[in-house]
């Protein structure tokens, strides 16, 4: 019975990573494609003891656990907001979101531009998005990347 759980569980969750890879646009969902997504326990990563996201693109591979604050959806997709901002913004953009932040009044003390757009880019497509970054003027940004 236990093992019959187990396997929902871990079904359950490669249907939600499916799901929300249909949410993003496709040219999104292309960069990490062929990625191993695993979702751990804990409220950190085993091997950090401050990080609840980490993608490593020469291993291919994002994990993710279930932090206090944010859900596995949000995590997920704030690492995925990296590859984006990696590979696909471009450095004319780069300094768009730097001004559109700035003249905002956005910035927060402890995040450069570039979590500031990942956490951005998690509220612009998770179920259930943060607060703290649903800026309609931000999403606008990114969703149009």
Do not use: R
């Not at 949410?23 to 950090?48: Q, R």
């Not at 490593?56 to 704030?78: N, Q």
């Not at 979590?115 to 703290?132: D, G, I, Q, V, W």
Request: proline share 2%; hydrophobic share 35%; glycine share 4%.
């Amino acid at each position: 019975m236990e093992n019959q759980f187990k396997e929902f569980l871990i079904e359950s969750e490669q249907s939600d990573i499916k799901n929300t890879l249909k949410k993003i646009p496709a040219i999104h969902a292309k960069l990490v494609k062929d990625y191993d997504i695993s979702l751990e326990g804990g409220s950190t990563l085993k091997k950090s003891d401050q990080h609840v996201g980490e993608i490593d693109e020469k291993k291919k591979k994002i994990t993710v656990v279930g932090g206090w604050h944010y859900g596995k959806e949000v995590i997920l997709l704030h690492e995925i907001g990296h590859s984006v901002w990696k590979y696909l913004v471009s450095q004319d953009q780069k300094k768009k979101w730097s001004k559109l932040i700035k003249d905002n009044k956005i910035k927060n003390k402890q995040e450069n531009d570039e979590e500031l757009f990942c956490m951005t880019y998690a509220a612009a497509y998770a179920k259930h998005p943060p607060k703290t970054y649903h800026n309609e003027i931000l999403i606008k940004f990114i969703k149009n990347i």
